[in-house]
């Protein structure tokens, strides 16, 4: 049977529909609810799917309150099991205003004529963060630029934003400020002022669809049993830039700055690992996978099962959660 980890949490945040509908992006919410999936299929990641180890918020959901409430929740659940693996993930707008150098994260409730009283701050967020007193803390943050998010065949779409405001990914300085206490691992989807993008079906932002591979063992070896940090960084720093290349002609290079050792975050393959074949193995297997869990979200249906073994089992996606 598939082990269950036990000491998994996740905070997830897709902001998705914004209350300035001009800045909404979709796809961030169908990238939180297949990420998941993913961790709380018992035979891939296994992390328990109830609400004391999985918050997900969306849409009208994902407020500056409710991402601040939810940093609340994950410090106490860290603070109640000293074994806790902590993962933080948002996708959403991320800006940074020049003439201030402050840099914003954008939830559904902003206010398009004032942003800088209603968006998150990042030191704010950051601040939160250290609250959480997790050994192994991973925060992954896909800064979902709307060029790169609303492109299509016919390429991208430029959307406003308020005078002195750039689209970026957060900045270096951010970054280390996020890493600073013990056993703290800070991803981003991209560098500067790179575009992140999304697959040109609109399935998934490139970044979460490698990230999903990654964590169904693309970055791992032959017998491995858990996925690492470093598993992780592999298959994402090849195959992110690749397909970048690929798709757009364009540069999407992720960045990953770790102030700790490397530390195992997901179970592999329900703790059966990868065959002797490897990767190559179980690549069409895991890529039947994505496939199901993107058309079950395309058909809005409120549930996504899952896993070749398992036997009348579901993978909540989220609709269902409340914020």
Not at 95 to 107: A, H, V
Not at 133 to 143: E, W, Y
Not at 207 to 220: D, F, K, P, R, V
Not at 244 to 251: H, I, V
């Amino acid at each position: 049977m598939p082990k269950t980890l036990t000491h998994g949490y996740a905070l997830l945040v897709g902001v998705g529909e914004s209350a300035y509908r001009a800045w909404s992006l979709p796809v961030t919410v169908k990238d939180i609810q297949a990420i998941r999936a993913i961790l709380t299929d018992p035979n891939l990641c296994a992390y328990p799917g109830d609400d004391c180890h999985i918050r997900l918020f969306r849409d009208e959901t994902a407020t500056r309150a409710a991402i601040l409430d939810g940093l609340a929740w994950l410090k106490a659940q860290a603070a109640a099991d000293p074994d806790a693996i902590a993962v933080v993930f948002y996708s959403g707008h991320g800006w940074l205003d020049e003439s201030t150098g402050r840099y914003y994260l954008i939830p559904h409730d902003v206010e398009p004529f004032d942003v800088a009283a209603s968006a998150l701050p990042a030191q704010e967020f950051t601040d939160a963060l250290r609250e959480i007193k997790a050994k192994r803390l991973l925060v992954m943050i896909d800064c979902c630029h709307a060029e790169g998010m609303a492109a299509a065949k016919k390429g991208p779409a430029a959307i406003k934003l308020p005078h002195g405001l750039v689209q970026s990914a957060p900045p270096k300085g951010l970054v280390e400020q996020l890493k600073q206490g013990e056993g703290r691992a800070v991803f981003t989807s991209s560098r500067g002022q790179q575009l992140s993008w999304i697959r040109p079906d609109g399935s998934l932002s490139v970044y979460t669809h490698h990230l999903i591979e990654a964590l169904q063992g693309a970055g791992n070896k032959p017998g491995d049993t858990v996925v690492h940090l470093s598993n992780l960084m592999n298959h994402l720093n090849k195959a992110v830039p690749e397909s970048a290349r690929t798709l757009y002609q364009a540069e999407q290079v992720p960045f990953f700055d770790m102030a700790t050792e490397d530390f195992a975050v997901a179970m592999l393959r329900g703790g059966k690992g990868l065959p002797q074949e490897g990767w190559e193995g179980v690549k069409q297997e895991a890529a039947e996978t994505i496939r199901h869990v993107v058309n079950v979200l395309a058909s809005g249906r409120g549930a996504v099962a899952i896993g070749h073994n398992m036997s009348g089992g579901t993978i909540m996606t989220g609709d269902q959660m409340k914020g």
